[in-house]
Every structure is written in C-alpha cells, then in structure tokens.
C-alpha cells in the first residue's frame, strides 16, 4: 500500500531549480532517507510532501492515503502565541491523547476538585493510565518536565523536543521528520533511533545521522542536481551503489564527449547549413553540450594548511572544578594534551559539557585548579551559537575581512577565493550575499572563518548540526590530516568514531570519565557494565503511583498523589531552569548567582519535603 505518492513535482526560484519533475512514492512500514547537499531543497520536498508547501509544475500532484494519518517534523517548529508545552504535546484528535491531558490539566487546578475527580473517572473508562505512563516516559526521555512553560519562552532545541514528544505520543502512521536529531543528546538519539526501528512505521526523512540511515532506513533517496535517484537499503549500500552509478555516468560522459567533439568539428565545417538535416544535427549538437555542460563532479575538499608549530606544552587543565549552587558540572578534572591528539567529549545535554570547554579556553574561571595554555597554542573554536554574519555581506567579502590569504605547505599560499572554492562554494555562490544561504551552509561558512584564522587547536563545539553528509565526510577527512589538536563536542556517533579514539565522557555530578577507544566500544562496555551490576533495590520515586492488589489507591488518594507529583514537576522544572542559566553565564552578575544559588538550596529542600509526603501518601 502506497502511503505517500509525489508525481512530476518542482520547486524553482527564480533561475534556481531545485528539483524539476520528480516523483517519489512511500509504501507502508518503509524507512526512506532523502539525502542531499545544503542548500539543493531537501527541506523543500520534505514540506511538499506534508502539504505545507504546493508543488509546481504542469500536472503535478501529492498524494496521501485516506487511511494513512501524516505528522510532520520541521526544523524549526512554531506552536504559534501563548502555548504551553501542554498545549503543544497534547494537542491530538486521539480520545485516549485528549484523556490524558485533561487529567494533567486537572491536577493543577486545586480550586475545582470535581475536574479532577471526572478526569480521573474517564480514565478509569477509557483505561489510559497505560497511555499516561508512556507519555511520562516520552517527555522524560526528551527531557521535558514543566509541562505549564510558555513554548515561546523556550531555547530551539528545547521546542524540538517538544515537537518530537508531540508526533511520538500522537502515534502517526506516517512520520516526515528533519533532521530529528538536532538538539539531542546521544541517549535521546539512540532511543530515538530504537523507536523509530519498529516494523510498523512508515517514515521519510532528512538528516545527517549515517547511524540512522545504516540502522533504520531500508531505502535512501538521493536529490541532485534537480533530479531523484533511488537506493534500496541502508547508508552503506547507498554509498555502493552511489559509487556505481558515478562510475557509469562517467563512462557515458566520456562517450558524450567525443561524439561532442565530432558534432563540434561538423558544425565548424558546415557554418551556413540550414537544411532540415543539418538544423536536425545542430539541435543534437546543442542538447549533447548541454548534457555535458551539466555534469559537474563532486568537488573535494583538498585542504594542505599550513597549521602554526605546537610548542612543547599546549593545554594543560590542574584539578578544576565548577559547581553552581549544589549542581556539580565538573570536579577534579585534569589532563594535559599532546600533539596530534583528537579527542571527542559527550554528555547528556546540561551535563556541562560547554562549561568545560569555556574553562579550557579561560573564558570561564574554574572553582578550583588552574588551565595552562602553551605560548604557542593558538585556538579556532567553533561554537554552537556561532557568529553574527553580515547579513549585507557577500560570501567572499566575508572571508577577505578575516585575511587576503592562509600560508600553505611549501611556501604556497591560499586565496581567500582559493578557500571557499574548496569548501564548494563556487564562483557563483561566492558573489551571494549572506541573507540567501541556507541554514547548513552558513555552517559551512562560519567554519570556514575559524580555520582562516590558521589554528593549530581545534574546538569545535556540535560542528555536525545542520551539515549535510558530503560536507561531512570532507571535514572529517580534513580533521584527519591536520597536523594540530582536535577536541570534539558531539552527539554525531558516526563523526565521533571516525575521529576520535579517545573520550571525556559527563557521567554526573561532576565525574569525567577518561576512555581510551571508540564511543560505540564505550556504549558496548556500558551495556556489559550494566548486566553484571547486581539489581538495586527498589525504592519509591515520585514517577509513578504503584498500586498493589492488597492494598488498592483510592480515588482521593490518587487525587492527592497526583497534586503532590504536579508540584515536584514544577519545582524539578525550575530547578532544571537554574541549572541551564548556570551552564550559560551569559549576562549573569555576580549578585544575580548568589540570588540563584539560594533559589535553588531552597528549593532543593522543598522537593525533598515533598518527595517524602509522596512516599507517605503511596504507603497509606
């Protein structure tokens, strides 16, 4: 059963076509992957195919089977004014869904009991408490937990991840997704991509991760050139057939050519024939040069760089800590780096992860303990929040304000122009002001401004968001040759594997773990770890209300259990809200830390109360 059909669909702005006559089918409980280079409209056909955009072209049509409910993940979600993050999770035509969000509602609301005790009654009827437990496991998996916040008053990546905790819990048959993994950590990511296993999802979509189109796709759909090109199975039979299909496109090029040269030579004898035979031959002639004219090889990025010397001491970090009120992000770490080295650090998010690189760049003052950096030591670090890049700025004028040219091996040097045609920015695309590039593409750009600089330390700080696979594969390939330090921040595991064979791995409350391998050998040591480990015992936690046989809750009971639960949900939101402003020093004084890191003793108290009252209620 075809559950999403494309037939003969265009998108063209202006001079540029983004895809011209396509079709595209997606069956049921197939995993499809659309692949592409930044800026070719991979968003584009993802936003035709879920309606939000209409196609163009004569006789062009989408089509969705009646049966088939569609949800659609964008990049950048827009749940519209005044939402909360219930509005936005709940929001679903499903009557358990619907349940399940008015029993929600109706814990916070104390001052109407009755709206409690009905939603608990049709809880009861509909039988959702199933239902409610998942979606408690969906939004702590996601890491929501205030479920009152205003949507508008979230980070990016926060409301990505509501709008993934929406689809999830609104169980579509048809998923469209983007780049699904922006913005989660590697816990999230490796649930996600166990969900998305299931044999009864149909799914099509975009992203960069190479571990989800190994693992979950079965089909990957390539977009270049304005034209479609069809892959049965997962990313490495994509790249084996991809390497095929090249193979014969320039086997077909080269016939192209020579029977361009014969046309040529004919046409040059024969100036003024206008005979229906030779109007015949230059007609071929011009479409056989078009033909040519418009294959272009993939271009390479072919980086020699000459980076600055490393001195004997390079960066050093002695016993340094940092704690914000009583959440410890890093105690006691220490490591001295040596040439050469590329090392990749993961964490959850919030872990304290950019803290630690902010302290290694002393852009951040430790607790304790001192970072030492080399005389010699000259850092590039790419940043998540990146630059604020001229919008009125041509692509090559923003690269020459940084430097005319970089030093190259041999004595060579390298043009401002030079550089951004390695990094695939044409001689067209270089004269295209800032405001006209894409989102991955600024990326590329803004990378690009680091490396002008000539560093010999790499920190790069999630350098994988929003970039295409081909743009990746060439930067991991530079990363490998350049002579200076690499240290990754990451949620990519295929990047982190490629690149980095050693780890500082956030495990909590301060701990850095210190692992000699790859970060898929450290997953395989947890898992072992975690199946010796003896069982814990079991103690009460205030997720859940357990209900025995004996001794069965009653409906006041479970009232009172549910309003204690929504008021640690609360207090556990606001202190996760400390903690994040904490991991972001930006425009924090020092009285504005003092006045939070009581915030958060108080309330660490409170929660503490009412964790027991909880504990006192469920033994009642």
């Not at 939000?52 to 049509?61: F, K, N, T, Y």
């Not at 996601?142 to 205003?150: A, E, F, K, S, T």
């Not at 579509?172 to 166990?194: A, G, R, S």
Request: glycine letters at 6%.
């Amino acid at each position: 059963m075809v559950y999403l059909e494309l037939e003969r669909v265009s998108k063209i702005y202006g001079e540029k076509v983004l895809f011209d006559q396509v079709d595209l089918q997606v069956a049921q409980n197939t995993k499809v992957a659309l692949v592409a280079k930044n800026g070719t409209g991979k968003s584009t056909l993802l936003r035709v195919a879920a309606g939000i955009d209409q196609p163009e072209g004569v006789g062009s049509s989408v089509y969705v089977h009646k049966e088939a409910r569609m949800a659609y993940l964008p990049q950048e979600p827009d749940f519209g004014a005044n939402a909360t993050v219930m509005d936005a999770v709940f929001d679903s035509d499903s009557e358990l869904v619907r349940a399940v969000r008015d029993y929600e509602s109706a814990l916070y609301r104390t001052d109407h009991p009755q709206l409690l005790q009905d939603a608990l009654a049709t809880m009861d009827r509909l039988q959702a408490w199933d239902i409610e437990a998942r979606i408690k496991e969906v939004l702590s998996k996601l890491n929501i937990h205030d479920v009152n916040q205003r949507v508008d008053t979230l980070s990016g990546g926060q409301r990505k991840r509501v709008a993934l905790a929406k689809l999830i819990i609104d169980e579509p048959d048809l998923i469209i997704l983007d780049e699904p993994t922006n913005h989660l950590d590697l816990d999230m990511i490796e649930w996600l991509e166990e969900w998305l296993q299931s044999p009864n999802l149909t799914l099509l979509m975009v992203t960069h991760d190479r571990y989800f189109l190994e693992r979950v796709c079965n089909r990957i759909i390539e977009l270049e050139g304005g034209n479609i090109y069809h892959y049965t199975g997962n990313y490495s039979d994509f790249l084996d057939k991809k390497a095929t299909r090249e193979e014969t496109e320039s086997a077909e090029l080269d016939k192209d050519r020579k029977r361009m040269k014969q046309e040529l030579e004919w046409v040059r004898r024969m100036p003024s024939g206008r005979g229906t035979k030779a109007k015949s031959r230059l007609s071929a002639f011009s479409e056989l040069k078009n033909k040519v004219g418009s294959f272009r090889k993939e271009e390479e990025l072919t980086l020699e760089i000459k980076g600055q010397r490393l001195g004997s001491k390079i960066l050093e970090a002695h016993n340094i800590s940092k704690s914000y009120g009583d959440n410890q992000l890093v105690k006691g770490f220490s490591y001295k780096f040596q040439k050469g080295e590329r090392v990749g650090i993961v964490g959850r998010n919030g872990a304290g992860k950019s803290t630690l690189l902010h302290m290694l760049t002393k852009e951040l003052e430790p607790d304790t303990g001192k970072v030492v950096h080399g005389s010699n030591t000259h850092f590039g670090y790419y940043t998540q929040e990146g630059i604020n890049l001229a919008q009125d700025m041509r692509v090559i004028d923003v690269v020459r304000e940084i430097a005319e040219y970089i030093p190259l091996e041999k004595g060579l040097k390298l043009t401002a122009r030079g550089l951004l045609e390695r990094f695939m920015f044409n001689s067209k695309q270089q004269q295209v002001y800032v405001s006209q590039l894409s989102g991955g593409e600024r990326r590329r750009l803004y990378l690009l401004t680091i490396l002008m600089k000539n560093p010999n330390f790499l920190i790069l700080d999630e350098p994988t968001n929003d970039l295409d696979i081909m743009t990746l594969n060439v930067l991991e390939d530079f990363l490998l040759d350049f002579p200076g330090c690499v240290l990754i921040v990451s949620h990519d595991r295929f990047f982190l594997d490629k690149l980095a064979h050693h780890l500082f791995i956030f495990e909590g409350e301060g701990r850095i773990r210190d692992w000699n391998g790859l970060y898929t050998e450290y997953r395989e040591q947890l898992r072992l770890e975690n199946q010796q480990a003896p069982a814990a015992p079991k103690t009460a936690a205030p997720a859940a209300a357990p209900t025995t046989p004996e001794t069965p809750i009653s409906h006041e009971q479970r009232k009172a259990i549910r309003r204690v639960e929504g008021q640690i949900g609360k207090l556990e939101a606001r202190k996760t809200a400390i903690n994040a402003q904490f991991n972001n020093m930006d425009g924090l004084t020092p009285e504005k830390i003092a006045d939070l890191g009581r915030e958060l003793a108080e309330i660490n108290e409170m929660i503490e109360e009412k964790e027991l009252e909880w504990m006192e209620l469920v033994g009642e």
